[in-house]
């Protein structure tokens, strides 16, 4: 119950933040940049007529997957964090009468809640996008096709389930430090490294390295590696909470830079 | 050439957006050598004035000049003159005192002696390496100043300087500011919202509110000020009566008691005379306003 | 004389802040992670034989360049921004004896000045990595092999002509935004974009889009387009700069 109330209360100190916007526009980019693409060049339309639900992913979701996403997390919770800091405002937070862990806990769920909204926002718009192809060239015959609506719902829920070990270090990172450049940078550069692993590296075993797991979610090669890449997920989810929670709980806001 | 007020404004006026006026028509006149109180409540525009004043904010109506010139004519060589403090204490938390003074050390063109000397005057000399996000609230305030200080300037402005200092802090900061204007001459122009804390320093007094000027003056002028708007409430075994004997104070009757403006002393016995000849028992006889924040208050009320 | 001055006092703003160390551990970065690739597979250092110092630098500096040295332009130009927000110290400097275009150009030089620290560090770090393989693996050989020396020096400076139009679109709106997350996700946004628009989409003449230009200098297949980029580049910069210095002066730091 009283969860509940302190996650009502973060909700509404992110009211008319930039990381309400960001949630916004940033869903609007892959849709728009889609949307361009396949009416501005006539090729992708003919190469769509085979199997038009297909680009449905490639270049649309995928791309929403394996490379905006973990970016849009990582500036997310900096942003997310960075409303207490910036507003001065942690001692407030500490001093009412909410528990550390409800606190917590509270501002993990909205900014999963904002992470949802992010993805079911992309995955609609993309819809959007297609419908309003169909309509412009009727040849793709979208809507004779079949949709794979299990298929869409298995891999949005993977990938969610993926990203929360993003999510919960970013998380932790910006709790930690009072200056955004610091989580900002290092998730920048461990998402960097983890674009490496999938395509270039072989150094470490990438079923480990969790920013690759989202990039690995895209590419069909790596299927086999689905089941072991969620166990993983939750596994560093759960440790990187705990840690989070511990460090909050004894640094209480005090923050670092 | 203008006499020998050192910052002089000519009809000032700004406005934020087109329907609300934020000042109208200042005219400041800050002499040479004077502690310039710049007083007003909080939101009566006098941070729009200093920042004016300093060129943060364009000018929109009216003139500025200082030391003789017009502001706009030679901003950068007039700003070498003219220490600040705007608002917050304004450093780089990352760097220490010393290092803080340094960033504007060339900018002023003042020598590294000075940064010591500045450093000395506001008692922060023996900081070392620590940083200045570290300091405590009056240490950053001391810092600010110091900053102020380091061009050695002819005219110092300092914007609510005393926010959030203790009043031992308070005490220090106007021992300084009295010494800097006694050993070394400078002009200080300071604002604040309360009277009572810089009417002890001060030798002028501007009182700003809702963006016009209610007064300008010399301490004194404001005393005087003071003496003519005091009033007495009376209380009487007839008031309605008592009203009519003394109607050439201008009596104003409110609930049990009336009041009265007086100028001496003497006004006050011979009222009592005149209502003692006319057989009207005084229950009460109190003069009142004898203090400056009660007529800041009064002037400041009756307007709003 | 001023502008040195005003220069001066903005190096020494940046002073232990996270822009100085970005600039130091972010050049480690690439030279780091090309050793450790070196060291872990035994294939990576085998590719380099046949032609080992000209193998190193493009494999490395592709992605330095392509990849981080956008991202750090668009981290560091924040960064130096957010020095004077996070202090509210605008107004100090304002009201300093010091006019608007000579703060504006010194921000700008001293931004230059970091960019140009980082692309050199960077070489510098690779050239250590490379020397430590050689030590570690003598087949390489790298003393008596040729270095092109030419063709090194006139990709950084390309690559450095083309930042400038990145480092002044980003100077820009780290100036006019007090929240940081703007600038950084613009940046970001339009970056990634410039990837795609290299290699995937045609929408737009990818010469007018200067988020693509570091991509096209880094990778083959674009160098009839290098003159026409130098040139786009120095011509988005003048106007981003005007642009910048014009709203700067309006605005004065109330972001």
């Not at chain 1, 009502?8 to 930039?18: A, F, N, P, Q």
Request: charged content about 15%; glycine content about 6%.
């Amino acid at each position: 119950m009283s969860l509940t109330i302190t996650l009502r209360s973060e909700l509404l100190k992110t009211k008319r933040t930039s990381a309400l916007y960001l949630t916004i526009f940033g869903a609007l980019i892959v849709p728009s940049i889609k949307l361009d693409e396949l009416l501005t060049i006539s090729q992708p339309l003919e190469k769509m007529y085979t199997y038009p639900w297909e680009f449905y992913y490639k270049n649309g979701l995928h791309i929403v997957m394996g490379l905006l996403l973990p970016f849009y997390m990582i500036l997310m919770t900096t942003l997310l964090t960075q409303i207490e800091y910036r507003n001065n405002t942690w001692k407030q937070v500490f001093s009412s009468p909410q528990s550390e862990f409800n606190v917590f806990l509270g501002k993990f769920l909205s900014l999963q809640l904002l992470i949802v909204s992010f993805l079911l926002l992309n995955a609609a718009l993309l819809f959007v996008v297609i419908l309003l192809v169909n309509v412009v060239d009727p040849q793709l015959g979208l809507l004779q096709q079949s949709f794979d609506w299990q298929q869409l719902i298995e891999t949005l829920g993977k990938t969610l389930l993926l990203s929360t070990t993003i999510s919960s270090i970013q998380f932790w990172m910006s709790l930690r430090f009072r200056n955004f450049i610091l989580p900002l940078a290092i998730g920048i550069t461990l998402w960097f490294v983890g674009l490496m692993f999938v395509f270039e590296y072989k150094t470490l075993s990438k079923e480990w390295f969790p920013y690759s797991y989202l990039m690995m979610l895209v590419f069909p090669d790596y299927a086999h590696l689905h089941v072991t890449l969620l166990r993983n997920a939750l596994l560093f989810t759960g440790v990187f909470l705990l840690i989070g929670f511990f460090d909050f709980k004894r640094r209480k806001g005090k923050g670092n830079d | 050439m203008r006499n020998n007020y050192i910052l002089q404004t000519t009809d000032l006026s700004y406005n934020y957006s087109k329907n609300v006026q934020t000042l109208f028509d200042i005219n400041l006149q800050v002499e040479k050598g004077s502690i310039y109180g710049f007083i007003g409540p909080n939101g009566s525009g006098k941070t729009t004035t200093l920042s004016l004043l300093l060129g943060l904010r364009n000018l929109q109506k009216g003139s500025i000049a200082l030391f003789g010139k017009e502001l706009k004519d030679d901003r950068i060589n007039i700003l070498k003159k003219v220490g600040t403090l705007i608002e917050s204490p304004s450093f780089y938390g990352h760097l220490t005192a010393r290092e803080n003074l340094n960033v504007y050390r060339d900018v002023y063109g003042v020598d590294k002696n000075r940064v010591e000397e500045v450093l000395t005057l506001v008692d922060l000399s023996d900081t070392g390496r620590k940083k200045a996000r570290h300091f405590s609230l009056g240490m950053k305030q001391r810092l600010a100043i110091a900053l102020a200080l380091l061009p050695n300037p002819e005219l110092l402005i300092l914007d609510e300087p005393t926010n959030g200092l203790d009043p031992n802090g308070i005490i220090e900061l106007r021992g300084l500011i009295k010494k800097l204007n006694q050993e070394l001459g400078i002009t200080i122009i300071i604002s604040s919202h309360i009277l009572a804390e810089v009417e002890k320093m001060v030798t002028h007094i501007g009182i700003i509110f809702k963006g016009k000027m209610l007064f300008q003056g010399t301490l004194q002028e404001l005393h005087g000020f003071q003496q003519k708007k005091a009033k007495l409430n009376l209380h009487t075994s007839d008031n309605p009566e008592a009203i009519k004997i003394l109607h050439e104070y201008s009596p104003e009757l409110s609930d049990e008691i009336f009041s009265l403006s007086y100028n001496s002393l003497q006004q006050i016995a011979e009222i009592n005379r005149k209502l003692m000849k006319n057989n009207i028992d005084v229950y009460l006889l109190q003069p009142k306003g004898n203090n400056l924040e009660e007529l800041f208050i009064d002037m400041t009320t009756n307007l709003s | 004389m001023n502008l040195a001055i005003t220069l001066r006092s903005e190096l020494l703003k940046t002073k232990r802040t996270s822009a100085f160390y970005l600039t130091f551990f972010g050049a480690f970065f690439v030279p780091f992670m090309e050793l450790l690739e070196m060291l872990t597979t035994s294939d990576s250092v085998a590719r380099l034989y046949a032609d080992p110092w000209q193998i190193y630098f493009k494999i490395s500096l592709q992605m330095m360049i392509g990849m981080i040295l956008p991202l750090y332009m668009i981290l560091i130009a924040t960064l130096t921004a957010q020095i004077e927000y996070r202090n509210h110290t605008w107004k100090q400097v304002f009201s300093s004896p010091q006019s608007e275009l000579t703060v504006f150009i010194s921000k700008f030089l001293n931004l230059q000045f970091l960019i140009l620290l980082f692309l050199l560090l960077n070489v510098t770090f690779l050239f250590l990595a490379a020397l430590l393989l050689n030590a570690i693996d003598a087949k390489l050989d790298l003393f008596h092999k040729y270095l092109d020396w030419q063709h090194l020096v006139a990709l950084l400076s390309k690559t450095f002509v083309c930042s400038l139009a990145i480092s002044s679109i980003q100077f820009w709106m780290s100036l006019r935004f007090r929240n940081f997350i703007l600038p950084l996700a613009l940046g970001f946004v339009l970056w990634f974009a410039g990837i795609m628009m290299t290699f995937e989409y045609k929408t737009i003449p990818k010469e007018w889009y200067p988020y693509s230009y570091l991509m096209m200098i880094a990778f083959p297949n674009f160098e009839h387009l290098h003159l026409i980029l130098l040139r786009n580049a120095l011509v988005l910069m003048c106007l981003f700069l005007m642009g910048g210095f014009w709203d700067f002066k309006r605005r004065k730091g109330k972001g």
